[in-house]
C-alpha cells in the first residue's frame, strides 16, 4: 500500500493555514525544545503542561504503525488531560472525506465505552463579513479496536460553493469520566488511540460552474430587478463595492429574481458559484 499526499492549489484567503494537507502518513517528527517529538504541519495541543510525551500523557510517535515506519498515538487519562492534534490546509476542492487506518485500546471506563473522534470542517472565507462559512463538516467515530482497522469520515456540503481551507481534528473524548480514579476499566490509564496512513478522499461528484455559459445575469445596467437564468441550483451572494453583503438568494434551475430597486445607484457584485459578475445599479 502507497502512501498519497494529495498535493492542493493554495488559494490566499484572510485566515492563516498551510498550503496543503501533509504529513497525513505521520512519517515527519522533530524535537522541540523541551526534547518532546511534535509532528511537522500539525498543531499540538494537551491540557497536562504542554508536554507531550509525559510519561503515558501526550502525543507520541509510535513506531507500531500500519504502514511506514511511524504512527501518531493520542492518549487520554482519566479527566485530566485532553490531548488531540489538528491541522488547517488551503485546497481548492470538493473532497469528499478522510479515510484512514486506527487502533483503540484501554476505552472501556466503568460507566460505558469511550469513544474516539475525526471531524473535518471546510469552509470558504467570505470577503463581505470577513470570515470562514462552514460549507461542508464530517465526524468519524470511532470505537475499540485491538487492531488496526479502517475508518472514512464522510463529509456533508451545505452549500455549492468550493472550499478553499480544510480543518482535521483527531482526539480521544473519554467523555464518560469525570474523577480520578476507578474509572478506566481496561487499565490504570484511559483511551489510547494510534492512528495512521489518511488520505483524503476524491474529490465529490457535485456538479459546480466552471463556465459562464452554466449562468446569464440581464440587464446589465439594472434599474429595479436583475434576472439570473441558471443551469444549476447554488447559492449567489449580492455584495456592494465596499465589500458588504446586501443579500443571498438560493438560486433554482432556471429564471430567478433578485430585487435591487430599493437599493442606492452605484457599482455592485454577484458572486454564484465560482464566478464573479459586475453590476452597473443605476
Not at 502518513?25 to 509532528?39: A, H, P, Q, T, V
Not at 430597486?261 to 457584485?269: D, E, H, K, R
Request: net charge neutral; hydrophobic share 35%; glycine share 6%.
Amino acid at each position: 500500500m502507497k502512501k498519497i499526499i494529495f498535493i492542493c492549489i493554495s488559494n490566499f484567503t484572510a485566515i492563516l493555514t498551510i498550503a496543503q494537507a501533509t504529513n497525513l502518513d505521520f512519517e515527519n517528527w522533530y524535537i522541540d525544545s523541551l526534547g518532546k517529538n511534535r509532528l511537522y504541519n500539525w498543531d499540538n495541543h494537551t491540557f497536562f503542561n504542554n508536554s507531550p510525551n509525559n510519561s503515558l500523557i501526550g502525543t507520541w510517535r509510535d513506531t507500531n504503525a500500519e504502514n511506514g515506519v511511524s504512527a501518531l498515538k493520542l492518549s487520554r487519562w482519566y479527566s485530566y488531560t485532553n490531548d488531540w492534534v489538528s491541522q488547517k490546509a488551503s485546497i481548492s476542492q470538493r473532497y469528499g472525506g478522510l479515510k484512514g487506518y486506527y487502533e483503540y485500546i484501554d476505552n472501556n471506563l466503568s460507566n460505558g465505552p469511550d469513544t474516539a473522534i475525526v471531524q473535518m470542517f471546510l469552509t470558504k472565507w467570505n470577503i463581505a463579513l470577513a470570515q470562514p462559512d462552514t460549507i461542508g463538516s464530517g465526524e468519524a467515530n470511532l470505537t475499540k479496536s485491538d487492531l488496526y482497522i479502517p475508518f472514512n469520515c464522510t463529509v456533508n456540503y451545505f452549500s455549492t460553493q468550493i472550499p478553499d481551507s480544510v480543518t482535521i481534528n483527531i482526539f480521544p473524548r473519554n467523555t464518560h469520566s469525570n474523577t480520578a480514579g476507578g474509572d478506566c476499566a481496561d487499565s490504570s490509564f484511559c483511551s489510547f488511540l494510534t492512528i495512521d496512513n489518511l488520505s483524503l478522499n476524491q474529490p465529490t461528484g457535485i456538479s459546480v460552474i466552471q463556465s459562464r455559459n452554466d449562468l446569464m445575469i440581464f440587464p446589465n445596467p439594472v434599474s429595479n430587478s436583475i434576472y439570473l437564468d441558471t443551469k444549476l441550483p447554488m447559492e449567489a451572494r449580492l455584495i456592494n463595492s465596499i465589500g458588504a453583503l446586501m443579500s443571498t438568494t438560493h438560486l433554482r434551475q432556471g429564471r430567478n429574481e433578485i430585487g435591487m430597486q430599493n437599493l442606492p445607484a452605484g457599482l455592485y457584485f454577484i458572486i454564484a458559484g465560482s464566478l464573479q459578475y459586475k453590476i452597473l445599479k443605476l
